[in-house]
């Protein structure tokens, strides 16, 4: 059986509620809580909270140990009333809660993220549409991290590229590539579930012949060739315990999309960037959460 617990905590504790997880060996996800504005099917606005989940099996972990440490952590950063539990069978699908409030999104000027079993928009005759069934990954396009890649990645020319996706997820972002014409990619993602769930999301996006999704550590990857760009949507202390490995992987004048970071690590972020050989070219900002458009020198 397993026991998700539900944080609702505002939108600054995600990261380090996120790193809790990992430090714990859990897998969780994260989502903004959002509200719908009323004026359009894909207009909604932030609340500035965020639900952070965690997921624990009450056969292999101790469940209630894990509630006791989230209790604590939670009254040492002042915020109450934010936990909840929910229990699933081992054959019930837990993410069906979810998927009910996973609708179509506009992204960018030209983007539309759907679910597969939503009707297509009106939109989608002018922009690139990206199916995803979210399943067990992050990456369904309303958090402000995945929006801020996608906006930058608009701006850059991929034809023909080879690029690389550090912590994949659902894969929107290396789907996105290959419906605007890059000609070969790796998506890298360390948790096996979300691997799956991408490779299920580029058949829907008709694309698994030419991208490869691998499960694995950045620290034990090795690229078949040196990449035209990657894109990297990890955590500001990912970014910098890894950007020594990974930089050299990108070609003298490569392109590079970051986001993760929040404002509390931007200033570290961008003191890393250009000590491994990164120009800034344009950082954006959407609520709390940095995004960076680099070129490497």
Not at 97 to 116: A, K, Q, T, Y
């Given at each position: 059986?397993?026991?998700?617990f539900?944080?609702?905590?505002?939108?600054?504790?995600e990261?380090?509620?996120?790193?809790?997880a990992?430090?714990?060996?859990?897998?969780?996800?994260?989502?903004?809580?959002?509200?719908?504005?009323?004026?359009?099917?894909?207009?909604?606005?932030?609340?500035g909270?965020?639900?952070?989940s965690?997921?624990?099996?009450?056969?292999e972990?101790?469940?209630?140990?894990?509630?006791?440490?989230?209790?604590?952590?939670l009254?040492e950063?002042?915020?109450?009333?934010?936990?909840?539990?929910?229990?699933?069978?081992?054959?019930?699908?837990?993410?069906?809660?979810?998927?009910e409030?996973?609708?179509?999104?506009?992204?960018?000027?030209?983007?539309?993220i759907?679910p597969?079993?939503?009707?297509?928009?009106?939109?989608?005759?002018?922009?690139?549409?990206?199916?995803i069934d979210?399943?067990?990954?992050?990456?369904?396009?309303?958090h402000?991290?995945t929006?801020l890649?996608?906006?930058l990645?608009?701006?850059v020319k991929?034809?023909g590229?080879y690029?690389?996706?550090?912590?994949?997820?659902?894969?929107i972002?290396?789907?996105?590539?290959?419906?605007?014409?890059?000609?070969?990619?790796?998506?890298?993602?360390?948790?096996?579930?979300?691997?799956?769930?991408m490779?299920?999301?580029?058949?829907?996006?008709?694309i698994?012949?030419?991208?490869?999704?691998?499960?694995?550590?950045?620290?034990?990857?090795?690229?078949?060739?040196?990449?035209?760009?990657?894109?990297a949507?990890?955590?500001?202390p990912?970014?910098?315990e890894?950007?020594?490995?990974?930089?050299?992987?990108?070609?003298?004048?490569?392109?590079?999309?970051?986001?993760?970071?929040?404002?509390?690590n931007?200033?570290?972020?961008?003191?890393?960037?250009?000590?491994?050989g990164?120009?800034?070219?344009?950082?954006?900002?959407?609520?709390?959460?940095h995004?960076?458009?680099?070129?490497?020198?």
């Amino acid at each position: 059986m397993l026991r998700r617990f539900n944080i609702r905590v505002p939108s600054e504790f995600e990261e380090p509620l996120l790193g809790l997880a990992d430090r714990f060996g859990l897998n969780a996800f994260s989502s903004p809580l959002i509200r719908d504005t009323g004026k359009g099917e894909t207009d909604f606005e932030y609340t500035g909270e965020t639900l952070v989940s965690f997921l624990v099996s009450t056969v292999e972990q101790n469940p209630d140990l894990m509630e006791k440490e989230l209790s604590v952590w939670l009254a040492e950063n002042g915020i109450a009333g934010g936990l909840e539990t929910e229990d699933y069978r081992d054959d019930q699908d837990w993410m069906a809660g979810f998927r009910e409030h996973f609708h179509p999104i506009l992204v960018g000027d030209s983007i539309v993220i759907r679910p597969p079993w939503a009707e297509p928009l009106e939109e989608e005759k002018d922009a690139t549409t990206i199916l995803i069934d979210p399943g067990m990954a992050f990456g369904t396009g309303t958090h402000e991290t995945t929006r801020l890649c996608l906006e930058l990645l608009e701006k850059v020319k991929f034809d023909g590229q080879y690029f690389l996706d550090l912590g994949a997820g659902s894969g929107i972002l290396s789907f996105y590539l290959m419906k605007r014409g890059a000609g070969a990619g790796a998506a890298i993602e360390i948790e096996g579930a979300a691997v799956e769930n991408m490779r299920k999301n580029a058949a829907l996006n008709g694309i698994s012949d030419r991208l490869k999704m691998l499960c694995a550590d950045l620290g034990r990857f090795q690229p078949e060739m040196p990449a035209d760009g990657l894109v990297a949507n990890i955590t500001s202390p990912v970014i910098l315990e890894y950007l020594p490995t990974f930089s050299p992987w990108v070609k003298k004048g490569g392109w590079g999309i970051f986001s993760g970071v929040n404002s509390t690590n931007a200033p570290a972020v961008k003191k890393a960037f250009a000590e491994n050989g990164w120009i800034d070219l344009e950082e954006v900002v959407e609520g709390d959460w940095h995004g960076f458009s680099l070129k490497k020198s």
